[in-house]
């Protein structure tokens, strides 16, 4: 890393000498274009651990500053039912080797509900019972002994590393539920839960293009669906791009519109870094 460190700290006047820009890792089959990374958030973060909370999976990977991991990414299946005090003492046993190997000064966390102040106030896909505005960022930093620790809903959290900063951007995460973002000039706008908005029969997103829909409806049947959401959210936000990620987006088959492309689940973790940016979240401003 510590080539890395040099060019991000060499002087501006030295044009001539100054690095390639270093690709994006992991890029989308169909992304047009390699996100703009944007410099380090904060002098002196050296180690970040990054924590994706999918409904299937719990992820983590230690990553610096800028995004690149520093250890493998690390799985395990999401516990079911997960109350809060099961999935903190399922991600401590997960993140151990990590920690240990590149000790973190800071913790970022994507969870798939609705997140307010560090905070769940909601989580569909972990089960209904003690999931009400739990401080769930706090309970973990303290559990691991890591003061520094931000919580925003797990489609912002991969957004932060798909987006390009520039317009209105939207996010929409195809997992276990559906997710969803908006960014306006790299800025993380207010949170939309539209997993739970009504959009076809009396069925929400969830229920209409989620896993358990795609499996009952079947390939076609469940393209057609994306397809259709994906103009659904063009008249509603009339977005400048829109970037589907989370692990079914490599499962969709028809031509995605010139202003809509695919991003690796790997953005989830990668975004963890972002998190840190003081234009990242609004409330760090």
Excluded at 101 to 122: D, E, K, M
Excluded at 182 to 202: C, I, Q, T, W, Y
Aim: a positive charge; glycine letters at 10%; aromatic letters at 4%.
């Amino acid at each position: 890393m510590a080539n890395v460190k040099a060019a991000v700290k060499a002087p501006a006047k030295k044009a001539a000498k100054a690095p390639a820009k270093k690709p994006v890792k992991a890029a989308a089959k169909k992304t047009a274009k390699a996100p703009a990374r944007q410099s380090r958030a904060s002098s002196g973060i050296e180690n970040i651990l990054a924590i994706d909370i999918g409904g299937t999976g719990l992820k983590a990977a230690i990553i610096d500053a800028d995004g690149n991991m520093r250890t493998p990414r690390a799985r395990v299946a999401t516990p079911h039912p997960c109350p809060p005090a099961l999935l903190v003492e399922t991600l401590c046993t997960l993140v151990a080797p990590l920690v240990e190997a590149y000790p973190p000064t800071h913790v970022s966390i994507g969870f798939p509900g609705f997140v307010r102040n560090n905070r769940v106030l909601t989580a569909p896909h972990l089960g209904p019972d003690g999931w009400n505005d739990v401080p769930l960022a706090q309970m973990l930093g303290e559990r691991l002994g890591i003061p520094s620790v931000r919580m925003i809903n797990d489609a912002e959290m991969q957004g932060l590393a798909a987006i390009e900063g520039r317009g209105l951007e939207f996010v929409m995460t195809l997992g276990t539920g559906v997710g969803t973002a908006m960014f306006r000039d790299g800025e993380l706008m207010p949170h939309l839960e539209l997993a739970h908005h009504p959009v076809s029969k009396n069925h929400a997103y969830d229920e209409y293009i989620g896993d358990a829909a795609r499996r009952k409806a079947g390939k076609k049947r469940w393209n057609k669906r994306v397809e259709k959401i994906i103009g659904v959210l063009d008249s509603l936000v009339h977005y400048d791009k829109l970037w589907i990620g989370g692990g079914n987006a490599s499962r969709l088959t028809f031509e995605l519109p010139p202003n809509v492309a695919t991003v690796s689940n790997d953005r989830g973790i990668e975004g963890g870094a972002r998190l840190w940016h003081p234009r990242s979240v609004r409330e760090t401003r």
